[in-house]
């Protein structure tokens, strides 16, 4: 059962708070502001035993210690129940030996999916999309991703996104198109004219990675 703590329906936005909330997971009851001072990735799913879910869950769970050491923790969603969620961990291990060690939210009343606008307020039946939200440790958003149920997500994308975020927190600096960890970054391009270079590369100036 999920215990709706400043939980509205509404469309959220990168730099809003997110909602915070109660409910029960395959790993014992959890609160979003559990997570604050560390990274989280809260995703949503469409429905348990479907087979990009299943290749989703078991790439997360191999990838779990490069997660790790990003210091972000993982938390997914759908509208199945806990034992629905329990029975599909427990087929998952079973089928691919892989254990799945991060909770998994019910949310039968979809009371989570639509405040996080994982479920559209108008939908014909309560399938989750494939939505992302990296959550920094201050609880805000920062980041989003949304995917329709037949296109699976990339963990590698996921990765890379959440390491570029915490660059940016961390360097004054900028990541540009295709940016990986270790590559080179982009300043911060001048404000005024008197910062203006004369090489003419001013608004595009890579440099080492920090």
């Known amino acids: 059962m999920t215990d ?29 502001s559990d997570y604050r001072g560390r990274w989280l990735i809260f995703f949503s799913h469409p429905a ?11 790439a997360l769970a ?19 129940s806990l034992y629905s969620h329990l029975a599909w961990v427990r087929a998952i ?15 039968p009343s979809m009371a989570v999916g639509r405040a ?22 201050q609880g805000i958003i920062r980041a989003t991703t949304c995917y329709p149920h037949n296109v699976g997500r990339s963990v590698d ?6 390491a570029a975020l915490q660059l940016t927190d961390q360097q ?6 295709g940016w990986q960890p270790g590559d080179d970054v982009l300043a911060i391009p001048a404000e005024s004219a008197a910062e203006i270079s004369d090489d003419g590369d001013w608004f595009c100036q890579m440099v080492k990675n920090p």
């Open 116 to 137: 996080f606008g994982m479920i559209d307020e108008h939908a014909a039946d309560s399938a989750a999309m494939r939505t992302s939200y990296f959550i920094d440790p």
């Open 62 to 80: 191999r990838q779990k210690q490069r997660f790790d050491a990003l210091d972000c923790a993982l938390l997914g969603l759908s509208v199945d």
């Open 172 to 177: 004054d600096v900028l990541t540009p198109e």
């Open 157 to 162: 994308e996921m990765i890379r996104t959440l």
């Open 48 to 58: 348990d035993f479907t087979p990009v879910c299943t290749t989703e869950f078991v």
């Open 93 to 107: 291990e079973g089928r691919f030996g892989v254990r799945i060690s991060f909770p998994i939210v019910e949310d």
């Open 4 to 32: 709706a703590v400043q939980i509205e329906s509404g469309s959220l936005r990168i730099g809003d708070p997110a909602p915070d909330f109660q409910a029960r997971t395959t790993q014992g009851p959890v609160k979003l």
